[in-house]
C-alpha cells in the first residue's frame, strides 16, 4: 500500500494501482488528481495525465517512480480516497459527495490558502497577510498587509491579482483592507 500524506489527509493507492501507473506513465507527465461537483451527489474523481504546471493550485507529490498532481481544491474531499487497479482503476472516495462546505471548513479553507499558498508567495518580498476580522453572515473578510506589504504600492495590484482569485475559489467575499 502506497500512502500519501497530504496535512490530515491520506490517500492510498494499492500496490496494483501503483504497479500499473509505472507501467502507464508517460514521460514528463504526471496524475492529476481532482474533483468535478465537490460535495455535490454528482461529484466525480477525474484522474488523467498532465503536464508538471506549477500554479497555486496544484500540489505535486514524488510517489517513489510517479508524480501525482492533486488540486489544492480537492485535498478535503480526498481525503481516506482509495486507489485500486483489476483490469481497470477503481476508485473508493468516501468524502467526494459530503456536503463539507459549512461554516468552519470554509474558514478552515480560507486559513490553509492563506498560511501555504498565499504567504508563501508574499514572504518572497518580507510580507505577511493577516485575518484582522472575518463576518462570514455578510461575508466581508479584512486583512492586513504586514512585513514590507504594508507600504508598497503593489499591496492593491497583489489583493487584485493573487489573493482574491485564490480565494474566490473558494466562496466569494468581499476582501477590505
Do not use: Q
Not at 492533486?70 to 480526498?78: A, E, M, P, R, V
Request: aromatic share 16%; proline share 1%; net charge positive.
Amino acid at each position: 500500500m502506497n500512502i500519501i500524506n497530504l496535512s490530515n489527509y491520506k490517500i492510498f493507492f494499492t500496490d496494483k494501482c501503483y504497479i500499473f501507473f509505472i507501467k502507464n506513465n508517460k514521460k514528463k507527465m504526471g496524475y492529476k488528481i481532482y474533483i468535478i461537483n465537490k460535495g455535490l451527489n454528482n461529484a466525480k474523481l477525474i484522474i488523467y495525465y498532465s503536464l508538471f504546471k506549477k500554479n497555486f493550485f496544484n500540489k505535486i507529490i514524488k510517489m517513489k517512480k510517479i508524480f501525482i498532481i492533486i488540486d489544492i481544491l480537492s485535498i478535503c474531499f480526498l481525503k481516506n480516497t482509495c486507489f485500486h487497479y483489476n483490469k481497470k482503476i477503481f476508485i473508493n472516495s468516501p468524502n467526494s459527495t459530503k456536503n463539507v462546505f459549512v461554516e468552519n471548513k470554509i474558514i478552515n479553507k480560507i486559513f490553509f490558502l492563506i498560511k501555504f499558498i498565499i504567504n508563501k508567495k508574499i514572504i518572497i518580498h518580507n510580507g505577511i497577510i493577516k485575518i484582522n476580522k472575518f463576518d462570514f453572515k455578510k461575508k466581508n473578510m479584512y486583512i492586513l498587509f504586514l512585513g514590507n506589504c504594508k507600504n508598497c504600492s503593489s499591496s492593491t495590484f497583489t489583493l487584485k491579482n493573487f489573493i482574491i482569485k485564490i480565494l474566490y475559489k473558494i466562496v466569494k467575499l468581499k476582501i477590505i483592507y
